[in-house]
């Protein structure tokens, strides 16, 4: 297979996953057939009133009807389908009028949604593929002994739980300017038009914005980065990251704080937000987790907090791949990452086959 290709289809995928349903030009068409896979489109509509794309990629380059496990990606791996598995990949919310979500909302909803809708597709487990983002959504499930049932494994690289150790400008810029206050003031609702404003600010330098959110990369090629730099940043709604703030500043996985007892008693029952207990995650799940030590937004010291969580976790259901020279983006579009990476994720999804 053309390894060049799926590269930059990783960095679509994890740049430009955020596609309005409603969208003209679908994930599909615009980013998937065009590069040979044969690709389905499935709306899912979660039990608040969301609709959510997913875009199903049944087989590989080697066009096989084989039965095959799914593998739900969140910010996902396209390599993996040619080797072993049809594939589901998630579209962010990406609606105007549907921006007063958190990370929190697609952990309770969209993800219970997806995994509801492929189980009744194909009557098989899960293996689940998340990258950043997408593994906090699977963290905060597993904690609550949530989808653990149609999980067969799960694969989380660069894991966001923790995040109070970030070496990353742009989240700890957030949280210093309480973007709260800010979001309340300007009525901002996209991550987007925020990131036009802290630009400007001092000792901001959005020059190579990427590198300043996520790390000095090792391994990209100049024509993959091209493809990563004309699809960032990726929106996002500002309660997201404000909820996110809330974390690096509380050094806690929780969920969001309305900054109101009554508000919080109105959502939760209690007068603060309850927290997420990650050492309650089930011992005997399969976890594969990778990082590196150039990784500012997942940053070594916080994912350490999250192994302590892990330490009763049985030994032969945790395999850790660590790489010092490796950024947050590396994990996904770096041009030796299938040897170092997809390579072993792969034969680890294959052991719990």
Not at 96 to 121: G, K, S
Not at 231 to 251: D, E, F, W, Y
Request: charged share 20%.
């Amino acid at each position: 297979m053309d390894y060049t290709s799926n590269t930059l289809l990783l960095a679509v995928l994890l740049f430009a996953s955020a596609v309005a349903v409603n969208s003209q030009d679908s994930l599909c068409k615009s980013m998937v057939e065009t590069n040979g896979y044969v690709c389905e489109e499935h709306k899912v509509t979660t039990q608040d009133g969301y609709i959510l794309g997913v875009q199903r990629i049944p087989v590989g380059m080697t066009n096989t009807t084989a039965n095959r496990p799914p593998v739900l990606l969140q910010h996902g791996i396209f390599m993996i389908m040619d080797l072993m598995c049809g594939l589901e990949i998630i579209e962010a919310q990406n609606l105007a009028a549907y921006w007063e979500w958190t990370w929190a909302q697609l952990a309770n909803d969209d993800l219970p949604a997806m995994y509801d809708y492929i189980h009744n597709q194909t009557r098989q487990k899960l293996y689940y593929v998340g990258h950043s983002l997408g593994t906090l959504l699977a963290l905060a499930s597993f904690s609550q002994e949530k989808l653990v049932n149609l999980t067969k494994s799960a694969a989380l690289l660069c894991p966001i739980a923790y995040t109070s150790q970030t070496t990353s400008v742009f989240p700890r810029t957030i949280a210093k300017v309480y973007l709260a206050e800010v979001r309340q003031i300007m009525k901002l609702s996209s991550v987007g038009k925020l990131l036009e404003g802290i630009c400007h600010l001092p000792l901001i330098d959005c020059s190579n914005l990427v590198s300043a959110i996520a790390g000095p990369n090792c391994c990209i090629k100049p024509p993959t980065y091209d493809v990563v730099l004309n699809h960032t940043p990726q929106s996002t709604s500002t309660k997201n990251m404000v909820h996110l703030a809330q974390m690096l500043r509380a050094g806690n996985v929780a969920e969001y704080d309305y900054d109101d007892e009554g508000e919080n008693k109105k959502h939760y029952g209690q007068p603060t937000p309850p927290l997420y207990n990650l050492t309650s995650i089930p011992k005997d799940i399969p976890l594969f987790i990778g990082y590196g030590g150039k990784d500012s937004l997942s940053d070594v010291n916080d994912v350490k907090l999250l192994l302590d969580d892990l330490k009763d976790h049985q030994k032969d259901k945790l395999v850790l791949l660590y790489r010092d020279d490796y950024a947050h983006l590396d994990f996904i579009v770096a041009e030796n990452a299938k040897n170092v990476v997809y390579d072993p994720l792969i034969a680890f999804l294959r052991t719990q086959a």
